[in-house]
């Protein structure tokens, strides 16, 4: 129990600092290009590479992955929000996989 209490405080720490940083480091405006643009994409990298490995392995089989996560792209590419990609995306791995189970 003695160690829970210690990650935990580990794990506070860490994310105080992470959320402190850049307050201090950053007390104006970035007027750099190069690092505004490298800031504004951050949060799209990080999603990605948090959510494309979890679509791949999802599922037992890669081509109903494949298949919602196709869709998903189709539905966000066109610009619908982030509820339809959802929706859509478990639709499309959910006909895929029942499309797999009845098609020998």
């Given at each position: 129990m003695r160690n829970f209490f210690v990650y935990a405080i580990v794990m506070m720490a860490v994310?105080?600092?992470?959320?402190?940083v850049p307050f201090t480091a950053f007390r104006?405006?970035?007027k750099n290009r190069f690092v505004r643009s490298f800031l504004y994409y951050v949060p799209y990298a990080v999603l990605t590479a948090?959510?494309?490995?979890?679509?791949w392995f999802a599922t037992s089989s890669i081509a109903v992955?494949?298949?919602?996560l196709c869709v998903a792209m189709l539905l966000a590419y066109r610009g619908r929000g982030l509820v339809t990609v959802s929706l859509g995306a478990c639709a499309g791995a959910f006909?895929?996989?029942?499309?797999?189970?009845?098609?020998?």
């Open positions: 994310a105080y600092i992470v959320r402190a104006r405006k970035v948090m959510t494309v490995p979890a679509a992955c494949s298949c919602g006909a895929m996989m029942l499309l797999m189970r009845f098609v020998p």
